[in-house]
């Protein structure tokens, strides 16, 4: 059964600092991975969608990797800004290519000014 | 701009009501999806739908039923509502294929 984590489940980091977020999976059999953004009491807002066969995939200053092997992705944030703060959670299918996705309990950013 | 549209943002009902979640979508994707997230359980799927007519039970269904009569409509029902069903609801959907899902902006239900 897939098992998405991310650690840390939250993150501090001052305004300017480039940042990693993780997320590991158990079933290294995915055909991609998900990120989002959550802001308080709102709905999930995709960030970035890393087929299998593309490793990485970017959008603006969030760059995520997606490594099968290793049962990793990462997503990375440039020169974070306090509008970055928010929960990010990764999610991935539950085998293969299914239709469903299990999802991380998230990591919250904060960036401070 | 493509979206994902829950009929309400907040909802407050009493136990024993039944309750109607209703998420519309434009983008005509096959997949709809209704989770719950609550602190600390992450978001958990209650029900599946990839046709019309369609469905299947995730991983929490109990107290709940689902309807699926038009491929733009996706509704949740809480059959006779309980304080336990307090969480935000949020509803998805994706093209077959699993292309990414679109989510819709949530509704919090509150039960008393």
């Known amino acids: 059964k897939q098992e998405v984590t991310q650690i840390p489940a939250a993150l501090s980091v001052p305004e300017g600092e480039n940042l990693v977020l993780n997320c590991s999976f158990t079933d290294s059999a995915i055909y991609n991975l998900q990120w989002f953004r959550q802001d308080p009491g709102k709905g999930l807002t995709s960030l970035l969608l890393i087929q299998s066969s593309q490793r990485e995939q970017t959008s603006g200053r969030l760059n995520a990797s997606l490594d099968k092997s290793s049962g990793r992705s990462t997503l990375y944030i440039a020169a974070s800004q306090p509008g970055d703060s928010a929960t990010y959670l990764c999610?991935?299918?539950?085998?293969?290519?299914?239709?469903?996705?299990?999802f991380g309990k998230g990591t919250k950013l904060t960036v401070n000014p | 701009d493509v979206k994902v549209t829950q009929s309400s943002r907040y909802l407050v009902k009493r136990t024993g009501e039944k309750v109607f979640l209703e998420c519309v979508q434009d983008?005509?994707?096959?997949?709809m999806f209704w989770y719950r997230q609550d602190p600390g359980l992450g978001l958990r799927l209650i029900y599946f739908?990839?046709?019309?007519?369609?469905?299947e039970k995730g991983d929490i269904p109990e107290g709940y039923s689902v309807s699926r009569e038009k491929k733009e409509r996706f509704s949740l029902i809480l059959e006779s509502a309980s304080t336990n069903q307090t969480s935000m609801y949020l509803c998805?959907?994706?093209?077959?294929?699993?292309?990414?899902?679109?989510f819709g902006s949530g509704t919090r239900l509150t039960v008393v």
């Open positions: 998805a959907s994706s093209f077959f294929g699993n292309y990414g899902y679109t």
């Open positions: 983008m005509d994707h096959e997949n």
């Open positions: 739908s990839y046709d019309v007519k369609m469905k």
């Open positions: 999610a991935a299918p539950t085998q293969g290519g299914s239709e469903k996705l299990v």
